[in-house]
């Protein structure tokens, strides 16, 4: 079946520097979202990506589309504390409703 | 203000107790979904339904059923046949027409007692 791969699993990161992470696939999607969930709550939508080689960007955080459409990856510029949470990429391939969700990556920001 | 609502946010389960967690939304959706998430794990889809009284399994249906009798609510009923029910439950909406995209509710938490 579809899978994903998110990476990094967790990062640590003094406030101020600049986080990348991303996602890749064992088949091609023609949607990529990336969410952000906060302890105890539902994740919520950050980016929705859905053309190949697509740069999109929202405030602070910016994600792109590979051109491949296997792949995405999302960066986050001058972090600050409240970024702090888990970040989810998924994707749909064509025809489908249904979203495969990579394993997410902890995002830990020291003051 | 338009959204899911997912409630209770904390439910506990006897052995052999089967349990309901509502879902509602009004965005006007016409899809919903239920999945499972637990920790350290992305989301694994439950059950979805593309319109009313209509519904299909996902990748780990068993020991769950759902009802779709309104647009608007998407019922998800863990029954004693699930072993390992502990677990935090999202439900998610979208549109059927491009672009999908899948908003969530704020969960719930399943304990079994």
């Known amino acids: 079946g579809q899978q994903l791969n998110q990476s990094p699993q967790s990062m640590f990161i003094q406030e101020g520097e600049d986080v990348s992470m991303n996602c890749t696939s064992s088949s091609i999607f023609n949607t990529w979202l990336w969410y952000k969930q906060e302890p105890g709550e539902g994740p919520v939508l950050l980016i929705a990506l859905y053309k190949a080689g697509e740069l999109t960007s929202n405030g602070r955080l910016t994600a792109q589309f590979g051109i491949t459409r296997k792949d995405s990856f999302l960066n986050i510029s001058a972090s600050i504390p409240s970024d702090v949470g888990i970040y989810f990429c998924a994707g749909r391939g064509d025809s489908s409703y249904k979203l495969i969700f990579g394993s997410g990556t902890r995002l830990l920001v020291r003051p | 203000d338009g959204g899911i609502t997912q409630s209770p946010k904390y439910l506990f389960r006897k052995e052999g107790q089967n349990v309901t967690l509502s879902c509602e939304q009004n965005l006007n959706h016409d899809a919903m979904y239920w999945y499972r998430q637990d920790p350290g794990q992305g989301l694994r889809l439950i059950y979805y339904?593309?319109?009313?009284?209509?519904?299909q399994k996902g990748d780990i249906a068993e020991g769950y059923s759902v009802s779709r009798e309104k647009k608007e609510s998407f019922p998800l009923t863990v029954t004693s046949a699930q072993k390992n029910p502990t677990a935090f439950y999202l439900c998610?909406?979208?549109?059927?027409?491009?672009?999908?995209?899948?908003?969530f509710g704020p969960g719930t938490r399943l304990l079994v007692l």
């Open positions: 998610a909406s979208s549109t059927l027409a491009a672009p999908k995209t899948q908003y």
């Open positions: 339904s593309q319109i009313v009284n209509d519904f």
